[in-house]
């Protein structure tokens, strides 16, 4: 059974920094891109960032300059780096992965969410 285990989210206030971090679990053979998507109440699911296995990263635009997405295949690890928090970056956080099991098709995987909150 594959997860995707998150962390690392909270209240700051606005200009402040928090990290992300989501690791992947179980029995698979190849994770391809990670990422991170937000919703916001009322809003529907954004990409936030994604990164590949060879470490190529996007980000939407909204973030660009202020987020740094980072990937460590040994541990099966991403880490979403978020800086200068504005009150719109409020949201709930997913993680996503592209896995390829042992006996299973490529699939896309969510994690369970966790909650940034950005006072003004």
């Known amino acids: 059974q594959v997860q995707l285990v998150e962390s690392g989210g909270g209240l700051v206030q606005a200009g402040g920094s928090l990290r992300l971090s989501c690791a992947a679990s179980?029995?698979?053979?190849?994770?391809?891109?990670m990422g991170w998507y937000r919703q916001a109440p009322g809003m529907q699911r954004e990409v936030v960032a994604t990164i590949t296995s060879g470490g190529t990263t996007n980000y939407t635009d909204s973030v660009k300059g202020r987020f740094t997405l980072s990937r460590d295949n040994a541990k099966n690890t991403v880490y979403l780096q978020m800086n200068s928090l504005k009150p719109e970056d409020t949201a709930v956080y997913y993680c996503?992965?592209?896995?390829?099991?042992?006996?299973?098709?490529?699939?896309?995987?969510w994690g369970q969410g966790t909650q940034v909150t950005v006072s003004s």
């Open positions: 179980g029995y698979f053979f190849r994770i391809r891109t």
């Open positions: 996503n992965a592209a896995i390829l099991g042992y006996d299973t098709l490529w699939s896309g995987y």
